[in-house]
């Protein structure tokens, strides 16, 4: 199995920062990208910002220029930095992995748990 934990979430002032962290432990082979999604309520999930194994990383018109992607290869973390947070990124954020549990299986999405970002004053 792959499990993925997030953690980092809380709630933070319009204007402020977060970090979050994605670590990604059990029988994994290899990773393809791992990336960051969000739900606000009554909306659907949304991709946030990804990073391939190569580091290409790609974001949410949204989120560009205040969030960065990056990722730790030896510890099989992704990070978030959420910076100029606005009351709109108010939403659960989930990870992503996409990759391989051993080397003869098919790439596969796996998913943590979420951890909830909330902006308010």
């Known amino acids: 199995q792959v499990q993925l934990v997030e953690s980092g979430g809380g709630l933070v002032q319009p204007g402020g920062s977060l970090r979050l962290s994605c670590a990604a432990s059990?029988?994994?082979?290899?990773?393809?990208?791992m990336g960051w999604y969000r739900q606000a309520p009554g909306k659907q999930r949304e991709l946030v910002a990804r990073?391939?194994?190569?580091?290409?990383?790609n974001y949410a018109d949204s989120v560009k220029g205040r969030f960065i992607i990056s990722r730790d290869n030896a510890k099989n973390t992704a990070y978030l930095q959420l910076d100029s947070l606005k009351p709109e990124d108010t939403a659960v954020y989930y990870c992503?992995?996409?990759?391989?549990?051993?080397?003869?299986?098919?790439?596969?999405?796996?998913w943590g748990q979420g951890t909830q970002v909330t902006v308010s004053s």
């Open positions: 990073i391939t194994n190569d580091g290409s990383t």
């Open positions: 992503k992995l996409n990759g391989r549990r051993r080397s003869w299986d098919p790439r596969l999405d796996y």
């Open positions: 059990g029988s994994i082979f290899s990773i393809n990208s």
